[in-house]
Each structure stands twice: as structure tokens, then as C-alpha cells.
């Protein structure tokens, strides 16, 4: 029975080939973005669950209380130790220290060989291992980070820096100061986690490391985004009742501050959709995403049932046949259903080669447009779930799509069909294929309505005066400042033409690694509730960036913290005029000196974040960037006179550069990217709400054929019959958008609420998002309304 089923199915098919391709194609593509949704989500929600002790692992990470709250990912340096002392209930507990922009190369190497790494270094403790499940290749998991100046790295960064020497106990250079031996190497890390780093340096070799953090190995005064804190539960412990032993350490270990600050735990595996402490995909966008897969599946089984029912009136007479010969109901729905399994299987199958095609395509887009890893490796016949899952689908498409398009057929009368006679109703009348529109069109215009507010959000942020013009700004990376005199390399950098101003400073004016400090103001006995960011900076920096002076003077030309800039929102949190606190004292990391100046507010930090207090002042170890400030005309020849004179100051550095603007851009990139997958998403929607807009103005020629032909006979003109069928959309249209409108605008309100700085929504973006519905449908239906509407009125009175 199965085997006819599907035989006949299979005939039919091939019999009606232009209605198989439609439903193939808006299935397909359908599918298509369900299969790429299913695994971005099923890659998202995969982040570090394959390591065997993640119920138990917590990350430690920071709270400051005051005005308001603010997060850090980061601990102090000394807590591990701390909580190693304090508590029994922590089985393990694992710092680490992350390293940006290293130099790493290798000693007598021919040629020479060295490398800049971002983010993948880190100073790690022992214990780190016994948490995290790593692969060990060579080495001793136990003892291969015991030692000062050792080294643990992945296959891949060992074949980088060695090729396929065996690499224990060769060296690595860090930053042209630090010799490591290789002591460990472990297989290449998956991509579905937020641990990174591939080399990994022992925590024992920090104390004697003058270029780096030793000196704030006992601060418990500081806490960097760089340093991390991992602790093992014991078995048999809550998270809950660590958290609460925690309240009397933080009193314990800032007795002066304890009310503001907190520890509070993440577990591993919650880390990676925590908002606050880790920039990725939240879980809330991952759900949007799911919801536009399930409207462009639904969305596709809507076509397919409008197609399907416009179809069953060229089918009546088969039905009828079968029904004489003795076929039952239950026969020709299940016939019908065997067919639409058909269509869905190459659906499926037509689903599945464009995901393999696109995978690599968009990996690389996202690749290019952010950091984030979107949706992993794809690989349908080793994963048993996306297996599962598109089985799932063929079940689930197949009887959602085509039970009602199947009872519709099989409950045809055997008499009427014969002879032509079914009516409106039989095929299941258009007030339920008008519903199915309604629904289309609401889905369709809220994805429009999503696009539109993204999009001009996106253009508020780039639009939006930050407080300087970021354009034209060139950051080079600065390897030391402690063997190079900074005035001299200014003097050769000036004479760069094109160059116009430069400037030495920690960060530029926007930026998302800001430091932040506790200070006293003006001789207070108490320090401030709240923090202040912290730029390190020169007297050029003002000019350079075009920062504004509102009261004061600009920073002395000096090496020493002889003066302070503030910020307007620093006296704003004082409570007092920018000309009241110049001249007033300042006290900051262990130095006092006057607010010199007052510089009108700029963002320092996204859009997405309010101002914040910020303080400038020279303070050249802290020296990480040089900002020149360029003419755009003979850019090329400007930005490599740069390069030349840093690799003459600098030769055994890579030189690194990039434009502030971009830097700027790149913390909207999970917007960017999201505003990027919506609109093709919407775009599939409204292609395959054009096959569906098809399927309906078909089948409402075919039933209006007869009263097209009176109305010509009539004297109806072609005008008028176009808007009997331009009438029937625009109320169903119309009617959508009373649906969609205050539910799309309910929806964005509620995503804008995440920005400080936001765009207000106006009728302009609901119009818009009509009227791009209209135009779509006005392209689709008029060619058949315009047939219909042209056709010779005899034939339209004769046909039955």
C-alpha cells in the first residue's frame, strides 16, 4: 500500500511539475533557514557542555554596587589564593591571567620567526586543568605547569611556531624579555567554547616577571577583565551557600568597601549567555532567532496549503474517479499526505544542499563582520541530532502542511467532482485561505517592522555625535615605553607626511577596556561611592582626539601626574559646576595633584552605556597606543612613512595598526550582524509570501472566472476588474498590519529598552513596513490579475 502510495504520489508530480516546483522551492527555502537557525542554536547552547565536571564548575566573578551596578568578568589576582585558604567546601580553584597583543617568537629560528597574539595567551595555574577536560598529547597533566617559565600549548600552536618538530622542551619568547620551555601539548581546542586561549604560561612564573603583574599579586585594590577566577564545587555543594559564605570573605578582604562589592558564581555553562560579564549572542537573541525560524516554517506551510487547495480544483475529476473505483477518505487523504511527504523530503533534501553551501559562506561572513563563532562545523551525517531533527521536520512539515489540503480532497463529493461542479466551500472556502494570508502578511511585516527599527538604530549609532570625530584617527600599538624616549619618537613621527597630531595615552577616548579606580576628592577623608575611569594620557590628547575644554586648562607638558582632566559627568556626580572643582584636589592610585580642566562630555564607552565619569593624566608606563591624527589624501603613503619609522624604533615588534572609527563600529557588531541575518531572513519571508500571494490570486482567478466574464460583458473595464482583485488584498493587508503594527512595536520597544542612547519609533517605520508589503504585493498578484482581467470574456462564460 505504502509502495502505491508513494508511486502515485510520485506521478502526480511529475504530472503537475509547475505546482511540485513552487511548494519545493518556498518549502526549501523555508527549511533552509530552519535548518541554519537549528544550528546556530544547537552550536550556541553546546558552549563548554562537553567538559565532564561542568555542573560543579563556577566562574568567580565581580559586582560593584552603588548608583548603580556595574560588572566586571574579573576578580583581584590574589582571591584564588584566598579561597584556597578559607574554605574546604571548593574542591579546586584555578586562576588565570589573560595577555593581549603578545609578541611570541622563537630563538634561533631560521628565518627569524615571530607572531602577535591577541587573545590567546594566558598565565594559568596547575589546578586549571583539573577542572577543564583538555586532551594531553605530550606532557604530564600534573607537572607540566609547576614550574616558572613553562609553557602548555595546542597542536595547532606548536605546528605555528615549530612545524612538526617534536616541541617539548623547545623554547618560546615572550615579548622579547620571557624565555618559556615547552612542557605540554594538547589537541586542538573545540570551537563550542568561551576558554579561548591556546598557550598556557604557569602561574609560578608571574612573581619574577618584571614586565608584568607582580607587583599586583597581593592588590586586592584592582580587578582587570584580564584575570579569572574558576573554582570545583565539592560534591553535595549549592552555588547558594557559596555565595553566602562569600559575604564574610568580602568583609574580610575589603573591610573598607565590603557593602559595594560582590563575588558572586556563574556556572560554566551559563557564562556564555551572561550579558553582563561575556559579549556574545544572549539568549534572548537566540530566542528571536527561533522565533523567525518557526514564522518562515510556518510561513511556508501556509503557501503550501494555498497552493495545495488552488490546486484540489484541477483535481476534482481525479478525486472522483478514485471515489467511483472505490477509494475511501481515508485512502485519498493518506494519498495526499504520501505526496506531500514527497514534496517535503526533496524539500528537505533541496534544504540540505543550500545549507552546505551557505554554511562556509555565512561562517566567513559572520567571521568578517565580528568575532562571534556563529554556528560551528556543519556536518549532517556525523551529528545524530540535526539527523533527529530533520526527521522530526519531515513528520511535522508533512502532516502540518498537508492534512488540511487532504481532508479538503477527500472529503469531495463523487457526483460534483465529476462533473465539475465543486464550489468555494468544498475547497475549503477563502475565508480560511484569506486567514492564511492575514497570518502570512502579520509575520511578514513584523520581521519588516524588526528590520526597519534595527536598521535605523544601526544608523542612529554611526550618525550620532560621540562628542569628537573619531574619523581620520590611526592607532598604533606601543610594545614598551620603558626603553624608548617618547618625545623623540613624537619628533620622527611629526615628520611623516600627512601626520598632523599625535598623541600618547593607555586607551583612546572610546574604548570597551576601560580601567577603573576608587578616589578621594578634594581632601575628603572617605573616598568616592563610586568609580572613575582612567585614562592614562599626554598633553596632546585634548587635540589630538578633539576633546573640548568647558573650564580649566589643558594637562602641563609633563612625564608626572602633575594635574588631573575630569570629565562633565564627574562634576555631575559631585553635584557641582565644572569651574567649582578646577583647582580642587584629586587623589588617584597613590598620587594627588589639582583638576587642572573640565572637557565636555564624549562617549567613552558603546552607545549602548550612559557617560561615565573619566579622568586623564600622563602617565607614560601605562603608555599603550600612539593616536595620530592623519589627512585622508596620499593615505597610503602616510600609513606606511608610520610603519617605517615604527619598525626602525621597534624591529624585533610586528607593527600593528587600526582606525579608531572601526574600533568604534566593532561594538555594535552583534547588532550589525543580527540586523544583517534579519533582513535576509525577511527577505526569504517575503519571497516565499510571494509564492503564497501566488497561490491565493490563482485560485481566486479560477473561482471569479465566470463573474469576470459578466462583468465584461457588462462593460467593465480592465481597471476595474484589477481592483476587484486589488481591493481583496489591500483589506487583507490591511488587516494585518492592525495585527502586526502594535505587536511589532511592543516587541522593538521592549529590544530598545537595552540602550542607553536610543531612537524613538515613529509611524514613519510602521508605514514603511505596509507599504513595502503593498508594493510586494502589488508586483505579485497583477501579472494573474492582469491575465484574468484581459481574458476573452466568451471563453471565461463557458468554462464550468
Known sequence: MLKNYFLVAYRTLLRYKGYALLNILGLGLGLTCTVLIFQVLKFQFSFDTYHTKKDRTYRVVTEFSGESTEY???????????????????EKVAMTYLQYNTLVSVPNSRPFKKFEEEETLTYAEPSYFDILDYQWLAGNPKHALDQPNTVVMTRRMAEKYFGLANPIGLRLRINNDLDLKVSGILADIPENTDQRQELFISWATLPGYKNNVAYKLDDWGGVSSRTHCLVLLRKGTSPASVEQALK????????????????????????????????????????????????????ACINFVNLATAQALKRSKEVGVRKVMGGTNGQLFWQFIAETGLITLTAIAFAVLLVELLAPVLSQWVHQASDLNLLGTFDLFSDPLLLIFLAVLLIVVTLLAGSYPGLILAGFQPVAALKGKISTQQVGGMSIRRGLVVVQFTLTQLLLIGTLVVTQQMDFFRGKDIGYDPTSIVLVNLPTTDQINLQTLRNRLLQVSGVEQLSFSSTPPTSGNNNRSNHHFDNRQKEEIWDVNTKGGDAQYLQTYGLKLVAGTNLPESDSIRGFLVNEAYAEKLGRLPQEIVGRSLELWGFKAPIVGVVKNWNNLSLQNRIEPVTIFPFPKAYQYVGLKVRSSHLPQTLGGIEGVWNETFPDYLYKQSFLDQRIAKAYETEQLMLQLVRVFSFIAIFIGCLGLYGLVSFMAAQKTKEIGVRKVLGASVGQILTLFGTEFGRLILLAFVVAAPLGGWIMTNWLEGYTYKIHLGWQTYAGAMLLTLLVTLCTVSWQSYRAATTNPVKSLKSE
Open 248 to 299: 564574610g570573605f568580602v568583609k574580610k578582604y575589603h573591610p573598607d568597601d565590603y557593602k559595594e562589592i560582590r563575588h558572586p558564581l556563574i556556572s560554566l555553562t551559563d557564562f556564555h549567555f551572561s550579558a553582563e560579564y561575556n559579549e556574545q549572542l544572549t539568549v534572548t537573541q537566540l530566542y528571536a532567532l527561533a522565533s523567525v525560524g518557526l514564522f518562515l516554517l510556518l510561513t
Open 72 to 90: 566586571q568578568s574579573g576578580v583581584p589576582l590574589p582571591l584564588g589564593q584566598a579561597l584556597r585558604n578559607d574554605y574546604s567546601f571548593l
